[in-house]
């Protein structure tokens, strides 16, 4: 219908060009003022023992670096752990480091899986 033109082209423009505008104004900004933009590293933690909580999480990472969030995934009926989290590091140096000590280490008897974060599927 032709009144819903307008309402599309909006959310085209919401959905595509404000991501697209908004990092290229962030990388144009922070290259102005010296300093160089990158986002933060976000790694997936799977396999983690159902007793982790978020605040237990980003105490283990914070021995790799600057911990910015740690998030254990729950059940949403239940509120138990499902086994895996995200945690997002400050840093690219950090994140190595994490991933290079915590993968593979054991944490109160199951072997943990830490590895890049990927994008969230649509």
Same mark, same amino acid.
């Given at each position: 219908?032709?009144? &819903?033109?307008?309402? +599309?082209?909006?959310? $085209?423009?919401?959905?595509?060009? $404000?991501?697209?505008?908004? +990092?290229?104004?962030?990388?144009?900004?922070?290259? $102005?003022?010296?300093?160089?933009?990158?986002? &933060?590293?976000?790694?997936?933690?799977?396999?983690?023992?159902?007793?982790?909580? *978020?605040?237990?999480?980003?105490?283990? $990472?914070s021995q790799a670096g600057n911990v910015v969030s740690a998030v254990v995934i729950t059940d949403?009926?239940?509120? +138990?752990?499902?086994?895996?989290?995200?945690?997002?590091?400050? *840093?690219?140096?950090?994140?190595?480091?994490?991933?290079?000590?915590?993968?593979?280490? *054991?944490?109160?008897? +199951?072997?943990?899986?830490?590895?890049e974060a990927r994008p969230k599927a649509e």
């Amino acid at each position: 219908m032709w009144y &819903n033109v307008p309402v +599309r082209i909006a959310y $085209f423009s919401v959905l595509i060009w $404000f991501p697209l505008v908004s +990092r290229w104004f962030l990388e144009k900004a922070s290259n $102005f003022l010296g300093g160089e933009y990158k986002l &933060n590293t976000k790694l997936y933690v799977g396999n983690l023992p159902y007793s982790i909580n *978020d605040a237990q999480l980003m105490e283990i $990472f914070s021995q790799a670096g600057n911990v910015v969030s740690a998030v254990v995934i729950t059940d949403r009926n239940t509120g +138990r752990s499902k086994g895996f989290g995200f945690v997002e590091m400050g *840093d690219e140096e950090s994140a190595k480091k994490a991933i290079e000590t915590f993968n593979g280490s *054991d944490m109160e008897g +199951r072997k943990l899986v830490v590895n890049e974060a990927r994008p969230k599927a649509e």
